[in-house]
């Protein structure tokens, strides 16, 4: 790897981490009902990701 692909890589990163994600923003939205709900919500919403990510993997394709 170039040092040039490793900085591009690094910043990428560093800006997808760095801006809110929907999850983020319904999360610090619904902060006011407590802590269980809300990491109920996050919990549910990663393993919805997951779920996305391996339906992808075993070749699940949405009809067009």
């Known amino acids: 790897m170039t040092l040039s692909l490793i900085m591009s890589m690094s910043l990428f990163a560093l800006a997808a981490s760095l801006s ?3 999850v983020n923003l319904v999360s610090l939205s619904s902060a006011r009902y ?3 709900t809300g990491l109920m919500f996050i919990t549910g919403a990663t393993l919805g ?5 391996f339906s992808y ?7 067009s």
């Open 34 to 36: 407590g802590l269980r």
């Open 49 to 53: 990701f997951y779920f996305f990510v």
């Open 57 to 63: 993997w075993m070749g699940f394709k949405l009809p």
């Open 20 to 22: 809110p994600g929907p």
